[in-house]
């Protein structure tokens, strides 16, 4: 028995017999894709809030911290401290994300003195407005992992570095007064974050004065240092505060910090 060959005229006469049918089968097939369509669309909202989402709102989050506030306020913001330290008469609180760390030091009433920010990560890359101007009127941004020292606008007003067998720290201190709202600024090259070490290395140094620095004058080593690396640190003190002299580390030590994944 020969099977009987489907043509397309046989089906448009099926379809006019069923009107019903076919309109369920369209209903069905409509239905599906719209199932489907949201299901990848739940994906897609997923897959954002894990990554691009999740910095996003890291983002946010760093940029509402602020000196002389409470730290039950960055606790709001950040989740509880992984660490908490006794820095002589002040508290040391350290938060950990997969993607930075900001170290906040109170006194012993919980109040913020200073805070710092660590990026961990080269895709993530918090940014600080100091509130000085470039010469065509937009506001200064320091990126972490993309500015170097050597853009930083002024002078600054400390400079200290120190490289070890297996540990490297260097900071520079700034001061801009009403425009930085009368807060102490540090740029750091932090050995707990994201470090791209090289063969240029600032070495042992040490300068201030309060009339500013003068970077030009700088030996030849530390200069490049200064042009060829990204800060990975900032850290903001209270107005009138010079607390980040008074602390023994800017941003979170590594020693205690690398216990974790």
């Given at each position: 028995m020969k099977r009987e060959k489907i043509t397309l005229d046989r089906i448009e006469q099926w379809a006019r017999r069923n009107p019903a049918l076919v309109m369920l089968c369209i209903v069905v097939i409509i239905s599906s894709s719209v199932v489907s369509l949201l299901d990848g669309g739940a994906r897609l909202r997923e897959v954002y809030r894990h990554t691009l989402g999740r910095n996003s709102r890291n983002y946010e989050k760093i940029e509402a911290l602020a000196t002389e506030t409470h730290i039950d306020y960055f606790s709001s913001l950040l989740g509880p401290p992984a660490f908490k330290n006794r820095q002589g008469t002040y508290r040391e609180h350290i938060f950990v994300n997969p993607n930075f760390y900001v170290q906040a030091v109170t006194n012993t009433?919980?109040?913020?003195?200073l805070y710092s920010v660590t990026?961990?990560?080269?895709?993530?890359?918090?940014?600080?407005?100091?509130?000085?101007?470039?010469?065509?009127?937009?506001p200064f941004i320091v990126v972490l992992g993309k500015t170097t020292f050597a853009?930083?606008?002024?002078?600054?007003?400390?400079?200290?570095?120190?490289?070890?067998?297996?540990r490297m720290s260097y900071r520079e201190k700034y001061y801009f007064g009403n425009p930085g709202l009368y807060q102490n600024y540090?740029?750091?090259?932090?050995?707990?974050?994201?470090?791209?070490?090289?063969?240029?290395?600032?070495?042992?140094?040490?300068?201030?004065?309060?009339?500013g620095i003068d970077t030009q004058k700088l030996p030849s080593r530390l200069m490049r240092f200064r042009e060829t690396y990204p800060i990975n640190t900032f850290s903001v003190s209270a107005p009138h505060s010079d607390i980040d002299d008074k602390i023994p580390v800017i941003g979170p030590d590594y020693d205690q910090v690398r216990v974790l994944k």
């Amino acid at each position: 028995m020969k099977r009987e060959k489907i043509t397309l005229d046989r089906i448009e006469q099926w379809a006019r017999r069923n009107p019903a049918l076919v309109m369920l089968c369209i209903v069905v097939i409509i239905s599906s894709s719209v199932v489907s369509l949201l299901d990848g669309g739940a994906r897609l909202r997923e897959v954002y809030r894990h990554t691009l989402g999740r910095n996003s709102r890291n983002y946010e989050k760093i940029e509402a911290l602020a000196t002389e506030t409470h730290i039950d306020y960055f606790s709001s913001l950040l989740g509880p401290p992984a660490f908490k330290n006794r820095q002589g008469t002040y508290r040391e609180h350290i938060f950990v994300n997969p993607n930075f760390y900001v170290q906040a030091v109170t006194n012993t009433d919980g109040t913020v003195l200073l805070y710092s920010v660590t990026t961990r990560s080269r895709s993530f890359n918090p940014r600080l407005n100091l509130g000085v101007m470039e010469s065509n009127g937009e506001p200064f941004i320091v990126v972490l992992g993309k500015t170097t020292f050597a853009k930083i606008h002024g002078e600054p007003i400390k400079i200290e570095g120190s490289v070890g067998a297996r540990r490297m720290s260097y900071r520079e201190k700034y001061y801009f007064g009403n425009p930085g709202l009368y807060q102490n600024y540090n740029f750091v090259l932090c050995d707990a974050g994201n470090v791209p070490y090289g063969e240029v290395n600032p070495g042992n140094v040490k300068y201030e004065s309060m009339d500013g620095i003068d970077t030009q004058k700088l030996p030849s080593r530390l200069m490049r240092f200064r042009e060829t690396y990204p800060i990975n640190t900032f850290s903001v003190s209270a107005p009138h505060s010079d607390i980040d002299d008074k602390i023994p580390v800017i941003g979170p030590d590594y020693d205690q910090v690398r216990v974790l994944k």
